[in-house]
């Protein structure tokens, strides 16, 4: 195995995207600490981290001996200062709230060594103000996982006006350590990834709402018309209605465009508590 750029990597946040990033990590090779709030999101976390591997092995893909390789190099914690002190890398995967993440990073940086880069997983939300008044903004950058990140190939790297070269080139060769094909983007509203596929997702849903065709007929032409391995309401699901409504309001704002106001059907779901995959029911049943 290759000596991985950040040997050790502190997660914080043990949700879906947090628990996949740290399994990526811990397969590169990098020693991985997973935090949260609570015993009980930690140990979650680490649950969707041994079931995802032991699928893996149910289908012949790993061996139970990686399996518990890679498990022997995740340790979870409810300390984030102490998750965070000795780490190479953090990564947060918290929810998208500014004044969440950006205290959080404040709260970091003052005791994560000069060196330490600090990476967020926003999916949208500006950088400039994620890493507001964060000390070493040169070693701050963007690192957009996309779920489930095990499998997605993609990692949007999102550069700021003071992330470094330097910073630039050790997070793009990890990228390439974790398996993924990183792209390089500047830091703008909904970046690449989100704000094309949010517009998308936003006009396949006022499809559905004016009755041009079913979701299912929408989604197989995304699929089978233009090789999408998913169609957009399906992968809207999957994200969570209320995740897409507010990178699509956030959007809204501040792009000032009206392909990303959210359609009332959306907004109707999302008061009715249908979210999609993770409540069992939004535009499909799951």
């Known amino acids: 195995m290759?000596?991985?750029?950040?040997s050790t990597v502190a997660v914080l946040g043990a949700g879906t995207m947090g628990a996949g990033i740290a399994q990526v990590c811990a397969q590169a090779g990098s020693r991985v600490l997973l935090q949260d709030l609570t015993d009980d999101f930690v140990q979650k976390g680490l649950a969707r981290i041994r079931d995802f591997l032991q699928k893996g092995v149910?289908?012949?893909?790993?061996?139970?001996?990686q399996r518990d390789a890679v498990l022997a190099r995740i340790a979870v914690t409810t300390d984030r200062a102490g998750a965070c002190r000795g780490a190479d890398l953090v990564v947060e995967a918290v929810p998208e709230k500014l004044e969440l993440k950006n205290g959080l990073f404040r709260e970091v940086a003052a005791v994560v060594a000069p060196g330490c880069v600090l990476a967020s997983?926003?999916?949208?939300?500006?950088?400039?103000?994620?890493f507001a008044g964060v000390a070493g903004p040169a070693r701050c950058i963007g690192m957009h996982f996309f779920n489930p990140v095990p499998l997605m190939a993609l990692l949007e790297l999102v550069r700021t006006d003071a992330t470094s070269a330097a910073t630039i080139e050790s997070?793009?060769?990890?990228?390439?350590?974790?398996?993924?094909?990183p792209i390089l983007v500047v830091d703008s509203p909904g970046f690449a990834s989100s704000r094309l596929g949010v517009c998308l997702g936003l006009e396949a849903i006022r499809m559905l709402e004016s009755g041009v065709a079913s979701a299912e007929d929408i989604d197989k032409a995304?699929?089978?018309?233009?090789?999408?391995?998913?169609?957009?309401?399906k992968l809207t699901d999957l994200v969570?209605?209320?995740?897409?409504?507010?990178?699509?309001?956030y959007l809204r704002k501040e792009l000032d465009h009206p392909g990303f106001a959210a359609p009332a059907l959306m907004r109707q779901m999302v008061?009715?508590?249908?979210?999609?995959?993770?409540?069992?029911q939004g535009f499909y049943r799951w």
């Open 171 to 181: 997070v793009t060769a990890y990228s390439k350590q974790l398996g993924k094909e």
């Open 121 to 130: 997983n926003t999916s949208s939300l500006s950088l400039a103000k994620v």
């Open 2 to 6: 290759t000596t991985p750029t950040f």
């Open 271 to 280: 008061a009715d508590g249908k979210l999609g995959k993770k409540t069992g």
């Open 58 to 65: 149910d289908k012949g893909k790993t061996t139970a001996e």
């Open 240 to 249: 969570g209605l209320d995740v897409r409504l507010a990178i699509a309001d």
């Open 222 to 233: 995304m699929a089978l018309g233009y090789g999408h391995p998913m169609g957009p309401l």
